[in-house]
């Protein structure tokens, strides 16, 4: 089965920034969006960012408005989330998630520490 693999977190300070991947282990079929979700310590997972394959219209929560940015390489199948003006409260384990008509993909997820 397709895993999405994710890959670029690290601690960084506040006001940092990071730039998340996510790729495919193969190809994912009827592939139709992409995005980034959250989870906090002791939180519920949140959506971050969104793009959909067609058109490449996004969504993004509030709270990340104007400091992350998501694109995508359709031929790769491969989404990134460039994060700037980091805050604490961005801290969490990002998780990359794909949407087919038939199926949801999720990874694993990467941790994003943002602490002095």
């Known amino acids: 089965q397709v895993q999405l693999v994710e890959s670029g977190g690290d601690l960084v300070q506040p006001g940092g920034s990071l730039r998340l991947s996510c790729a495919p282990s193969?190809?994912?079929?009827?592939?139709?969006?992409m995005g980034w979700y959250r989870q906090a310590p002791g939180k519920e997972r949140e959506l971050v960012a969104r793009?959909?394959?067609?058109?490449?219209?996004?969504l993004y929560a509030d709270s990340v408005k104007g400091r992350f940015t998501i694109s995508r390489d359709n031929a790769k199948n491969t989404i990134y989330l460039q994060m700037n003006s980091l805050k604490p409260e961005d801290t969490a384990v990002y998780y990359c998630n794909a949407n087919t008509p038939d199926m949801d993909y999720w990874g694993k997820g990467t941790l994003v520490t943002v602490s002095s």
């Open positions: 193969g190809r994912i079929f009827g592939l139709y969006a």
């Open positions: 793009v959909w394959s067609s058109g490449g219209a996004t």
